[in-house]
């Protein structure tokens, strides 16, 4: 999306979109953290969802939902806005198509809170996503609509936030086994997944975020290395709805294939864990492989999401390292380019981590840590209405998207089994459990 800068006096306050939404995020963290904030998001009946027999009439009319819903409105169409000052973004028509996206947004909760699909670990990113590309193309999109979609800048403030719910502490407490296997499995997987994907001719930026995509944690994986080399949205948004597709197969078979080879719970839950991408398919998967498969599915799911800053920071590097800012005598890349292409959103991503983990109190952390975890989801969940907006089918007759979806299968493919083989040798013939 091309950005005008703002002449206004605030101008000279523009840092960037990578500074500003570090900055955005921040500022909402601190809200929730020293005010005590505790209103999470609209939902809709409850943990178990809604049914086709439920009350919808004391569903809608219960005060909590519409203060949860107007509080939410407010206080990210205030943060949006500091994010798009600081961005240098013009704010022109932003409030009727930020309103247009938000209640998009609050359809794709409600329709993801169906008790069946609940039951069937599908997430709400995937009906914002299909939403967005409903809309996106069946009508052209008029020009208020478009000023509320700001896809890079509710991205990047979702996983500044995202920083704040992955804590050190739990996966030390957890052991080192699944911290080990997810670092043992994202590199190799990445490397053979873009290895595989450069063989078959797909260029180098489609490559990396489906490598990303596949080895490290599905969606906020491409999402954060599409930031961390300005991907092509048009590719993000492809990878993302093969993700999302293919991780409903892998949670249904994996736990069923897994019980009839024989494994033990504790393999069973770190083979999901390293190999499912999305983070309600792999509790769904665990969740049918047992309590002890959920916990162990969940511990290697959040090692491999507590390597997404350092990957986001390797593959900045790797990106510019591989011709992105050398010159046509093929010089190195000075060291100063690499800070220029570094995506700053990750520092922010990082350092609310360590905030959480290691400055903040347990019970604050706790329980700041559940607003600001469903407030990433709900950025994000922008961000894909915003996305599929975006996406036109009709664009995807000029990419070569065969060749990408064969490299996904195949590189998924290899995924399962180097996976099982790791989770194995870690949890039954070292670990022994």
Same mark, same amino acid.
């Given at each position: 999306?091309?950005?005008?800068?703002?002449?206004?006096? *605030?101008?000279?306050?523009?840092?960037?979109?990578?500074?500003?939404?570090?900055?955005?995020?921040?500022?909402?963290?601190?809200?929730? !953290?020293?005010?005590?904030?505790?209103? %999470?998001?609209?939902?809709?009946?409850?943990?178990?969802?809604?049914?086709?027999? $439920?009350?919808?009439?004391?569903?809608? %009319?219960?005060?909590?939902?519409?203060?949860?819903?107007?509080?939410?409105?407010?206080?990210?169409?205030?943060?949006?806005? !500091?994010?798009?000052?600081?961005?240098?973004?013009?704010?022109?028509?932003?409030?009727?198509? *930020?309103?247009?996206?938000?209640?998009?947004?609050?359809?794709?909760?409600?329709?993801?809170? =169906?008790?069946?699909?609940? #039951?069937? %670990?599908? @997430?709400?990113?995937?009906?914002?996503?299909?939403?967005?590309?409903?809309?996106?193309? +069946?009508?052209?999109?008029?020009?208020?609509?478009?000023?509320?979609?700001?896809?890079? +800048?509710? /991205?990047?403030?979702?996983?500044?936030?995202?920083?704040?719910?992955?804590?050190?502490?739990?996966?030390?407490?957890?052991?080192?086994?699944?911290?080990?296997?997810?670092?043992?499995?994202?590199?190799?997987?990445?490397? *053979?997944?873009?290895?595989?994907?450069?063989?078959?001719?797909?260029?180098?930026?489609?490559?990396?975020?489906?490598?990303?995509? !596949?080895?490290?944690?599905?969606?906020?994986?491409?999402?954060?290395?599409?930031?961390?080399? #300005?991907?092509?949205?048009?590719?993000?948004? *492809?990878?993302?709805?093969?993700?999302?597709?293919?991780?409903?197969?892998?949670?249904?078979?994996?736990?069923?294939?897994?019980?009839?080879?024989?494994?033990?719970?504790? /393999?069973?839950?770190?083979?999901?864990? %390293?190999?499912?991408?999305?983070?309600?398919? /792999?509790?769904?998967?665990?969740?049918?492989?047992? @309590?002890?498969?959920?916990?162990?599915?969940?511990?290697?799911?959040?090692?491999?999401?507590?390597?997404?800053?350092?990957?986001?920071?390797?593959?900045?590097?790797?990106?510019? =390292?591989?011709?992105?800012?050398?010159? @046509?005598?093929?010089?190195?890349?000075? !060291?100063?380019?690499?800070?220029?292409?570094?995506?700053?959103?990750?520092?922010?991503?990082?350092?609310?981590?360590? /905030?959480?983990?290691?400055?903040?109190?347990? @019970?604050?952390?706790?329980?700041?840590?559940?607003?600001?975890?469903?407030?990433?989801?709900?950025?994000?969940?922008?961000?894909?209405?915003?996305?599929?907006?975006?996406?036109?089918?009709?664009?995807?007759? $000029?990419?070569?998207?065969?060749?990408?979806?064969?490299?996904?299968?195949?590189?998924?493919?290899?995924?399962?089994?180097?996976?099982?083989?790791?989770?194995?040798?870690?949890?039954?013939?070292?670990?022994?459990?």
């Amino acid at each position: 999306m091309n950005r005008q800068k703002n002449p206004s006096a *605030f101008s000279r306050f523009i840092v960037g979109q990578d500074w500003a939404s570090v900055v955005a995020g921040f500022v909402l963290i601190l809200f929730v !953290v020293l005010t005590g904030y505790a209103i %999470g998001t609209p939902s809709f009946g409850g943990k178990a969802g809604w049914s086709g027999d $439920h009350d919808f009439s004391g569903m809608f %009319g219960a005060s909590s939902l519409w203060t949860s819903a107007l509080y939410t409105f407010i206080i990210f169409g205030l943060v949006a806005v !500091v994010g798009m000052v600081l961005s240098g973004d013009s704010l022109k028509k932003y409030f009727v198509g *930020f309103l247009s996206i938000f209640m998009l947004a609050i359809l794709a909760q409600f329709i993801s809170s =169906y008790a069946g699909f609940k #039951n069937l %670990g599908l @997430e709400t990113v995937l009906f914002s996503l299909l939403l967005g590309l409903l809309i996106g193309n +069946l009508f052209r999109l008029p020009a208020w609509l478009r000023s509320g979609v700001q896809t890079e +800048l509710y /991205v990047k403030i979702g996983l500044v936030l995202l920083g704040a719910t992955i804590l050190f502490m739990d996966i030390l407490s957890a052991g080192g086994y699944g911290l080990l296997q997810a670092i043992i499995v994202v590199t190799v997987v990445w490397y *053979f997944a873009f290895w595989l994907s450069r063989k078959m001719k797909i260029d180098d930026e489609f490559s990396t975020m489906l490598a990303s995509a !596949v080895s490290i944690c599905g969606v906020s994986a491409a999402i954060a290395t599409a930031g961390a080399i #300005n991907g092509d949205k048009k590719k993000l948004s *492809f990878i993302i709805s093969l993700v999302l597709i293919i991780a409903i197969p892998m949670m249904i078979f994996l736990p069923i294939i897994a019980k009839w080879m024989g494994l033990s719970d504790v /393999v069973t839950g770190a083979w999901l864990g %390293g190999t499912i991408d999305t983070t309600g398919a /792999v509790v769904a998967a665990g969740t049918i492989a047992g @309590e002890t498969g959920l916990q162990y599915a969940t511990i290697v799911k959040f090692s491999q999401n507590v390597l997404l800053g350092l990957a986001a920071f390797a593959i900045s590097i790797f990106w510019a =390292y591989r011709g992105r800012g050398a010159n @046509e005598k093929g010089q190195h890349v000075p !060291v100063r380019i690499i800070w220029d292409r570094f995506p700053k959103f990750v520092l922010g991503f990082i350092l609310a981590s360590l /905030v959480f983990s290691f400055v903040l109190s347990q @019970e604050t952390a706790e329980a700041s840590g559940k607003v600001i975890k469903s407030f990433s989801t709900f950025w994000f969940n922008l961000a894909f209405i915003s996305i599929g907006l975006e996406t036109r089918f009709a664009d995807f007759k $000029h990419m070569e998207s065969k060749k990408p979806f064969y490299s996904f299968l195949i590189a998924q493919t290899f995924n399962i089994f180097f996976t099982l083989g790791v989770s194995y040798l870690l949890f039954q013939l070292i670990g022994g459990k």
